[in-house]
Nanobody, 123 residues
Framework: QVQLAESGGGSVQAGGSLRLSCAASGRTSSRYNMAWFRQAPGKEREFVTVIDESGANVRYAASVKGRFTVSRDNSKNTVTLQMNSLKSEDTAVYYC????????????????WGQGTQVTVSS
């Protein structure tokens, strides 16, 4: 089991940037693929991005590709989501999640979740 804690959410105007971080605890946290999901009000939680255990391979949802960048630092047990060119439709609670499945975009593959951090983009 991995314990996850997100930080870095906040409010920003459209076109701005935010940087989210996910701190993972546990000696084996570097073995996990780490993903970001988000849930907007009244909508189901959706996949945003995932990075493999080495950090060499990533996958993005079409809606964020080219604007968001995921990275990880296994020496610090952290995963970072850099969000640029934010749009009002990016407004959501963002969750960090861990899985042993490779680059999965399926929510059911993830058993460890953080508490979420709110991102609000105003137009």
């Amino acid at each position: 089991q991995v314990q996850l804690a997100e930080s870095g959410g906040g409010s920003v105007q459209a076109g701005g940037s935010l940087r989210l971080s996910c701190a993972a605890s546990g000696r084996t946290s570097s073995r996990y693929n780490m993903a970001w999901f988000r849930q907007a009000p009244g909508k189901e939680r959706e996949f945003v991005t995932v990075i493999d255990e080495s950090g060499a391979n990533v996958r993005y949802a079409a809606s964020v590709k080219g604007r968001f960048t995921v990275s990880r630092d296994n020496s610090k047990n952290t995963v970072t989501l850099q969000m640029n060119s934010l749009k009002s439709e990016d407004t959501a609670v963002y969750y960090c999640a861990a899985s042993l499945n490779y680059l999965s975009d399926y929510e059911g593959s993830y058993y460890d979740w953080g508490q979420g951090t709110q991102v609000t983009v105003s137009s």
